[in-house]
DNA sequence: GGTCTTGAGATTGGATGCAATCGCCCGTAC
DNA sequence: GTACGGGCGATTGCATCCAATCTCAAGACC
């Protein structure tokens, strides 16, 4: 995942696009949602700060950032460690999706175009092909974001991609257990979500919306052993 | 003010309870809320620093701290504003605290002693009995706190506070354009969620919440003044 | 043999100094 | 008179260094 940007005579990995904080904060991001840093990991701020070629600082900027979003846990005067969730935990995030996600979709039909709508219905039909699970999971990622790409929000948009990341590692090891006719009332509600897009009519795809993260949570409750 | 740190092994002046980060964000926090620091206002991190008797360091950390809190705005080499909202953004605060707090309240109700109960119908008549503006917001935060004190929650207890705190300034301005009469419907409202947590009737008090944070920003819409 | 204490090592937290960047003002040309 | 460009001051961003704190393990005492 370390991109080496083809820098002509500076052997410096760093591109200096924008803040450090923010590439090491990205960087981190990227690699606890993939996988690389499972919950409970620990995080040594010498050890990232080396691995991007910046000092400590951007560093703990980085995992403060991390820790607002939930990733990552910071004990002071301790260390950082990978967030972890019980069933409780991930259950209560599922429930706030439930009531918000409606709305920030509510938010953003009004204003999605034919074409994302469109690209809706493929999104839709390529997972229903069968792909593997990492490709299941970032397709699926993207069909939901696309159904808010309509929305301009302040803070809603941000709030649900969060609570995205926070929960995407449990969602994975729920997705390794499944066979494919499992994920046909998944398909199923995605289709539905689509048509109801497709109508604009935004209250039914809000119902819709909440059954799907509903039942997903629901799901999730009946595999315990995922948060051992 | 200027601690002067020549001193080796002299008493410090800060008390050293938590790390230093906190305290600062901390102290920025309430003084962003009781409105000394108004929306727009520049925050210099060299002012803070020297104010608190610490070095700019721990001053970043806290922006960043309220940056994620939404309450500071922070712009790439340049700087740090008070965060100041518009009236869609307002509106949109509202209308995501309108979907989340009765989910809050519904974990809270089951976990609700008699003693805090007895607390809510108190604080429901002091704010009754009438107050000036500053110890009404500060009741009617207290009120809803109470309310929510039983819930033993990962994220969404913490979400509702955010939310409360962006809003914060514009609640102030609205709430000096008010006569005691315009807030007996608030008060109503109060008595009947009052009410339905004695009954402990989660649905019903969640059908109360709702409905009094979609009528504040009903009310809100209605003087778009403030947002100037 | 078990438990408390104490020390060294490791790791984080904070302060200072320097480099990079941005905004502003003034001078100049058209 | 106005618009553009260069330089200067101010402020942020990052690296290095030092202090404070925690962890962990070995040893002494009960």
């Known amino acids: 995942m370390a991109s080496t940007p083809t820098a002509p005579d500076a052997p410096a990995v760093i ?13 981190l991001r990227t690699a606890i949602l993939h996988g690389e840093y499972p919950p409970g990991t620990r995080i040594r701020q010498e050890d990232v700060a080396a691995q991007h070629g910046a000092s400590r600082l951007p560093v703990r900027e980085a995992l403060r950032l991390l820790e607002a979003e939930g990733l990552v846990r910071l004990v ?18 599922y429930r706030i999706r439930e009531r ?9 039909i009004p204003a999605l175009s034919d074409d994302a709508i469109a690209e809706l219905g493929a999104l839709a039909a390529r997972m229903e092909a069968g792909v593997a699970v ?24 941000e709030t649900v991609e969060r609570l995205w990341n926070r929960t995407q590692h449990y969602r994975r090891l729920y997705s390794l257990g499944l066979d494919a006719d499992s994920n046909r009332i998944v398909h199923d509600e995605h289709h539905m979500l689509v048509r109801a ?23 999730l409750a009946r595999h315990p052993h995922i948060f051992d």
Chains 1, 2 share one sequence.
């Open 134 to 157: 990492e490709e299941f999971l970032e397709l699926d990622h993207r069909f939901h974001l696309a159904t808010y790409s309509g929305a301009r929000t302040l803070t809603l948009g």
């Open 100 to 108: 918000i996600e409606p709305l920030l979709l509510t938010y953003s």
């Open 197 to 219: 897009i497709e109508s604009r009519d935004a209250d039914d795809a809000e119902r819709v919306l909440a059954g799907h993260i509903r039942r997903t949570r629901l799901e």
């Open 15 to 27: 591109p200096r696009d924008g803040g450090a904080s923010e590439r090491v904060a990205e960087a």
């Open 76 to 93: 002071a005067n301790t260390g950082a460690w990978v967030s972890s969730l019980n069933l409780d935990e991930c259950d209560e995030l």
